[in-house]
Nanobody, 123 residues
Framework: VQLVESGGGLVQAGGSLRLSCAAS????????MAWFRQAPGKERKFVAA????????YYADSVKGRFTISRDNAKNTGYLQMNSLKPEDTGVYYC?????????????????WGQGTQVTVSS
C-alpha cells in the first residue's frame, strides 16, 4: 500500500490542523494505521494509532484530549485532527500502516510509510 500525507502547514499556537493520509494500491481497510512525528534533530515518535475499523484508538500522552485519529475506509483515507496545537507539536508527521499490531507505538512495527508532511506551530 502507498501512503501520501497532506494537510500540514504553519499555524499559531492554539490553532488547529487536519492531516490526511491517502492510501492506494491495496485495500486500506486491511491495515491498521498510525501517525508518528519527528521534530528536528530528534527521533521519530508515536502520536496516535487506530485499528482497521477505527474502533480502537491509542494516543501518546502528550496529545490525548487534543488530537483525534480517524479513518474513512470508503475513501481509503486516514485523518489526524489536531486541536490546541503547541510549539512542541512541530515536526514532520508521518502516516504508517501495518496488517497486524504488535507494538503500536514502535515505528519499527510498521511496514508502510508515507513521505511526511511538515507541521510548524509558532508561539
Amino acid at each position: 500500500v502507498q501512503l501520501v500525507e497532506s494537510g500540514g502547514g504553519l499555524v499559531q499556537a492554539g490553532g488547529s490542523l487536519r492531516l490526511s493520509c491517502a492510501a492506494s494500491g491495496r485495500t486500506f481497510s486491511s491495515y491498521n494505521m498510525a501517525w508518528f512525528r519527528q521534530a528536528p534533530g530528534k527521533e521519530r515518535k508515536f502520536v496516535a494509532a487506530c485499528s482497521w475499523t477505527g474502533g480502537i484508538t491509542y494516543y501518546a500522552d502528550s496529545v490525548k484530549g487534543r488530537f483525534t485519529i480517524s479513518r474513512d475506509n470508503a475513501k481509503n483515507t486516514g485523518y489526524l485532527q489536531m486541536n490546541s496545537l503547541k510549539p512542541e507539536d512541530t515536526g514532520v508527521y508521518y502516516c504508517a500502516a501495518v496488517t497486524y499490531f504488535t507494538n503500536y507505538a514502535r515505528d519499527a512495527a510498521y511496514d508502510y510509510w508515507g513521505q511526511g508532511t511538515q507541521v510548524t506551530v509558532s508561539s
